[in-house]
């Protein structure tokens, strides 16, 4: 019997271009491979105790004779490659029509109305790396009082203020107005707030983002184990990508290492059914900024303190180490990249050195988190139970 699952998503920790890939503009895109490659090695060896190396396609790293987890990859099906779309893929959603983009900034029709909604005009409105638009607009915002408007090949409408322009009560209003207008026909899939500090040549955004995003359009293994009065705890951003839909308790969190110790005092408690814990830095502060360096240097700090996590699992927990999409560091532009996503599992009822093959889906993580559970399975996903326990 599994009273609880941890889901453990390394944010864009993509192992490797799936077969449509090209045609999301992402040829030969590989975030851990590449990362290796260019950094001329990695240092993780806890990951690889688990099966990391194990996992067909990975590359930079070896296999090991007899890994103490179950191991694979998964590709997308839905359209997309975005954090809203894994993730809800992840929970067992298929995101056919794929969320509305803007990759030239948004029309002057809606930038008009928000201006007048907000009372201020906006700055940007270009896609942008949220660092560089910053630094870029950063001192005419502070002289104006103008937020900063950008997206990227994301479905994202970010809006960027100095906490001292602007308040962060008063950005997350200005947010909650950006989230009620873009919805049907101009909806995006999230409205994130990116308050920073400082001043020119040296802005530093702050741990206060937050992300307002769209309802999940069916139930998500989420709502299922909620329905079924088991806990559903969310760490990090999980509780913003779902719009709070199926989460009965959630901690936001300032960092990676913040994320593993918010995750280890919740595997702590007597809970039953779902930890969801997203661990962001990697997309965030390294993928999107294209830092082979930095992301190499976070894969392993992360690397150090999984022992920690593992020792901290009960009898009946399972923990699943994931990613929701790719982030390749030395690929062109900032955005995300298309790819394959790795699958550990572990846990003392869990089978070693399991090889659970390429899932078609991300949504067999959801359906597998189901079947352990012993509750309804989400419309979409096949279980691997069966080949874990």
Not at 34 to 60: H, R, S, Y
Not at 137 to 159: N, R, W
Request: net charge negative.
């Amino acid at each position: 019997m599994i009273n609880r699952v941890n889901i453990f998503v390394l944010d864009s920790v993509g192992i490797g271009e799936l077969p449509d890939s090209p045609a999301f503009g992402d040829k030969g895109v590989d975030t851990f491979g590449n990362i290796v490659k260019a950094c001329g090695g990695i240092q993780i060896p806890n990951l690889l105790k688990l099966g990391f190396g194990n996992i067909e396609g990975v590359k930079g790293v070896d296999a090991i004779a007899a890994p103490l987890g179950a191991y694979g990859r998964a590709a997308e099906k839905s359209n997309g490659k975005d954090t809203t779309t894994g993730h809800w893929e992840i929970a067992g959603l298929h995101i056919e029509q794929p969320f509305q983009t803007y990759p030239e900034g948004f029309p002057k029709f809606i930038m008009d109305a928000f201006e007048e909604k907000i009372g201020r005009k906006t700055l940007g409105n270009i896609p942008a790396s949220g660092t560089e638009i910053i630094e870029q607009l950063g001192p005419e915002h502070m002289k104006t009082g103008s937020p900063i408007i950008y997206t990227s090949a994301d479905s994202v409408f970010q809006i960027a203020a100095h906490e001292e322009i602007i308040p962060i009560d008063e950005l997350y209003q200005i947010c909650e107005i950006a989230r009620e207008m873009l919805m049907g026909e101009i909806q995006v899939a999230r409205v994130i707030a990116r308050p920073f500090i400082g001043s020119p040549g040296n802005f530093e955004r702050t741990s206060n983002r937050r992300d307002y995003s769209v309802s999940p359009f069916e139930p998500t293994l989420l709502d299922i184990a909620k329905n079924n009065g088991l806990d559903v705890i969310a760490v990090g951003k999980i509780e913003d990508i779902f719009n709070g839909q199926g989460i009965t308790e959630a901690v936001h969190t300032k960092d990676n290492m913040d994320g593993i110790d918010q995750t280890i005092e919740y595997l702590k408690r007597d809970s039953k059914g779902i930890i969801f814990t997203n661990l962001v830095d990697f997309d965030a502060k390294y993928g999107h900024r294209r830092d082979p360096q930095g992301y190499r240097q976070a894969l392993e700090a992360f690397d150090l303190r999984l022992p920690e996590l593992l020792e901290r699992l009960k009898e009946d927990d399972i923990i699943i180490l994931t990613a929701d999409h790719g982030n390749d560091p030395t690929y062109k532009g900032t955005d995300h990249t298309r790819e394959y996503i790795p699958i550990l599992v572990y846990g003392k009822k869990v089978k070693q050195n399991v090889n659970i093959g390429t899932r078609t889906s991300f949504a067999d993580i959801a359906a597998t988190v189901a079947d352990l559970l012993s509750i309804e399975k989400p419309a979409i996903g096949t279980s691997f139970k069966e080949l874990i326990i």
